[in-house]
């Protein structure tokens, strides 16, 4: 089918089932995380009736005394207002309503490891599940979690045929729609939007919609347009999954190739830095960047659900995984290479932190480690390539001094002030690319240290300014 455009539209004015003719008033939103709690906030505040319904007890109660448990801009004053005006309510149990959308999380099974990870399944199951008993004629069923080819017709649909009531059904074509009244309809909307801009994205992006049928693609396509203005495509629930999958794994391989280029430059002596920069010229040229790493909650997980629908066509997809999953411990490598060469650089004011030999041996170092989140200026640790570094650079015991002035979780080492993490360090070693970080200044900092090395794995500082306050700096790609 060719993509359409939508018109707009509001609970007010609100979509119909087709078959009824009844409108889509109230809707239950599964799962309130970085998807379901925005896309619940923005449908009330669109006028619907909204009930987001989260396992976790401690989401619903923190909800429910007005505070937001994730960190996003603009967030947590949508959904104060959402839940001010009675059109978001929170609860921990689904209840009847006009259409269903899934947004729980579909991490890599615990169990399933190498060679080949798989996702787990289980929340979007066990989501389905609980809404069978709930489930009425001309209901809209909408999956937006990311989940493997073919889980919609194969894994939802079945669940949701428990009820009794069959699901809209024929081949997805640009045929007529002929909606039956005991019928439900079902629907793959993946969300596609950045952490970090989730509510500007929610509204502007473009949205892809799969539907099990035509009618079920229209139906979803009614109910998003109330406050999408990007453009909305129609195609089957299939299709759909894919293009969420394969938009992922094209960034995540891309970013793999920006990484073996970190590798191949550090062999040659050059600067991929500079490289990318030259190479990215050429008018159809877009190389991204390299790094410690790919984290989060997608990029660094959507890949293998290509694979494991079809692990022996995918060795490209595969081996960029890997190239990205290896990251981390290069630059461990990079940090004790750091520490080893010689004692350049100035050596810091004596102090009662200085230890007795702190260049003789790995384990005297003391080692700032700047950034845990996976990207700049986020507090999300999911899947973070820093927190693979960290575990490396213990491992080597070192003494570790973190700091991540947007992260507020327990870990094994206290986190610290960014001033309190440097002092006495016998090496910055950056992580992530947080504006903090990027406007760190060698002048502040060098004083503090013991020894001035800094290892980035980001290409974030001005190399010709600290290499002027007399620090040691190695920056990844750059041999
Ligand atoms: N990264 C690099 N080099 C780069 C770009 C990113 O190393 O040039 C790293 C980041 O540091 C981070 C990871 O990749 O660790 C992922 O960051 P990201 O900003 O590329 O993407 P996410 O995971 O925050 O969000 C992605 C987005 N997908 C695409 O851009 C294709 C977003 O639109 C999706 O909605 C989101 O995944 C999702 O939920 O699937």
Known sequence: MTASQHSRTSAQNAPQDLGTRAPLHKICVLGLGYIGLPTAAMFASHGFQVVGVD?????VETLNQSEVHI??????????????????????????????????PTPLSPVSGPPSPKADLSYVIA???????????????????????RTTVDILVPILERSGIGVSAGQFSSAPVHPSTSTLYVAHCPERVLPGRILEELVCNDRVIGGVDQASAEMAKALYASFVEGEIFLTDATTAEMVKLMENTYRDVNIALANEFALVAERLGINVWEAIELANRHPRVNILKPGPGVGGHCLAVDPWFIVQVAPE??????????????????????????????????????????????????PSHRIAVLGLAYKANIND?????????????????????????????????PLLPLLEAVKGADCLVLLTDHAEFT???????????????VVDARGCIKVQEWVAEGFQVMILGDG
């Not at 396992?55 to 989401?59: C, L, T």
Request: aromatic content about 2%.
């Open 71 to 104: 960190h996003e801009p603009g967030l947590k004053t949508l959904v104060q207002a959402a839940l001010k005006t009675g059109n978001l309510r929170v609860a921990r149990q689904p209840e009847p309503a006009d259409v269903f959308i899934i947004a729980v």
């Open 313 to 362: 066509v995918t060795p490209l997809i595969q081996t960029a995984r890997r190239v990205n999953d290896s990251m981390p411990a290069h630059v461990v490598e990079l940090v004790k290479r750091a520490l080893a060469e010689g004692k350049t650089g100035d050596q810091g004011p004596e102090t009662e932190d200085k230890l007795p030999s702190p260049v003789s041996g790995p």
């Open 381 to 413: 640790l999911r899947e973070s390539p820093a927190l693979r570094v960290v575990e490396g650079l213990a491992a080597l015991s070192y003494e570790l001094r973190l700091c991540d002035p947007h992260v507020n979780e327990a870990f094994p080492w």
């Open 439 to 453: 406007a760190l200044r060698p002048q502040v900092v060098g004083p503090l240290m013991r020894h001035r090395r």
């Open 127 to 149: 989501a389905a599940e609980s809404i069978v008993p709930h489930l009425r004629s001309g209901n809209l069923i909408i999956l937006e979690s990311t989940v493997p080819p």
């Open 55 to 59: 396992i976790n007890e401690r989401v």
